[in-house]
């Protein structure tokens, strides 16, 4: 049976998005982006570091031709700062697609709700593939999609705690009502969080952090990518019913007495 | 000439053209954005686009992120 996921026309193989920050080196990077087998990488743009030219810029290590680029606006606090970056972005030529991030709170890093609706709908004007990130409120995602977003991705729980999926409940109801993918994205702490998201019905998965300071990396990356086969293929087989009681496998009748 | 350069006041000479200033910081080759004054310049405008005091320039690039 085919399973094809598409995001804004474009069609990926594979449902678990890579982000790229956090890694002890280059070398576990690319070990764990081959092993991951991800179509999507995530980046950040940052100021030039103008005494350091030569300073390691995240591409040069990557083959461009082979990934679609999901760039986000981090570090913006509102929708217009996180326009602007955009627009940066753009300027690079590499992508079209932008992840919206805007996050006012420090501590928490959870996104600012009013903020990132009104850079959806922006940028989604300016004709951006616009993938925002938001808090997993079923309304506000409903309000993401029809501003225009591609796809929605509600955070698991905030970015970096691997507190994996704190409201399972909530993201049910945003699959249930959603007519765009849903993408979790941030919290997932290890590929059990994966796959229970997965069962849940969400489209696809957004991690960096449990990856990348995972003792060992690339095999992490295979953990996830295993976990997001499995979670989808579990979900599209359709699990039993939980039961209070017992049930035996080989029937009540016929034994040997 | 005084610029403010990535938030920094910087003092260059003989920077004409923004394709000038980016060769200072040695950024040619490199997969930079640049802004003046809150307005994106494409890379193909950098030679023809006039650098003159007091700009407000940024210049940026990818780094890793989530």
């Known amino acids: 049976m085919s399973d094809l996921f598409k995001i804004a ?27 991951s087998q991800t179509d999507v990488l995530t ?28 760039p986000n606006t981090s570090g913006a606090r509102t929708a217009e700062e996180a326009v602007r970056i955009a627009r940066l972005v ?20 959870m ?20 993938l925002p990130y938001t808090s997993d409120d079923p309304i506000l995602c409903q309000h993401l999609e029809e501003v225009g977003a591609s796809a929605v991705m509600p955070g698991a729980s905030p970015i970096g705690t691997g507190l994996g999926i ?24 290890s590929a059990k969080d994966v796959v ?34 499995a979670g989808r293929q579990s979900y599209l087989a359709g699990r039993i019913q939980k039961r209070r009681y017992a049930s035996a496998s080989s029937g009540t009748t016929g034994y040997v007495e | 000439m005084k610029l403010i350069v990535n938030g920094d006041e910087q003092v260059l000479e003989n920077v004409k053209v923004l394709s000038d200033l980016v060769t200072v910081y040695k950024l040619d080759d490199k997969l930079v954005v640049a802004e003046v004054d809150g307005q994106v310049i494409d890379r193909s405008e950098w030679g023809g686009f006039s650098i003159s005091e007091g700009m407000t320039i940024e210049l940026v690039h990818f780094v890793g992120g989530g």
């Not at chain 1, 903020?115 to 004007?125: G, I, P, R, W, Y």
């Open chain 1, 43 to 70: 980046f950040a743009v940052r100021r030039v570091n103008l005494n350091e030219p030569n300073e390691d810029a995240i591409l040069q290590h990557i083959d461009r031709t082979r990934f679609q680029f999901l």
């Open chain 1, 166 to 189: 704190l409201n399972p409940y909530n993201l049910s109801i945003i699959i249930e009502d959603a007519n765009v993918p849903i993408i979790v994205d941030a919290g997932i702490g």
């Open chain 1, 9 to 35: 026309g474009i069609e990926l193989n594979s449902r678990l998005f890579l982000g790229t920050g956090r890694y002890r080196n280059a070398e576990d990077q690319n070990a764990a982006i081959e092993a």
């Open chain 1, 196 to 229: 229970e998201a997965m069962e849940l019905g969400v489209d696809g998965i957004l991690l960096n952090t449990a990856v990348a300071e995972a003792e060992d990396p690339a095999k992490m990356a295979t953990a996830m990518k295993l976990a997001v086969e």
């Open chain 1, 111 to 130: 996104p600012d709700p009013i903020e990132t609706l009104k850079a959806t709908e922006q940028l989604v004007k300016e004709g951006f593939t616009v």
């Open chain 1, 90 to 109: 753009r300027a690079t030529g590499l992508s079209d697609w932008i992840k919206v991030e805007i996050c006012a709170n420090d501590k928490t890093l």
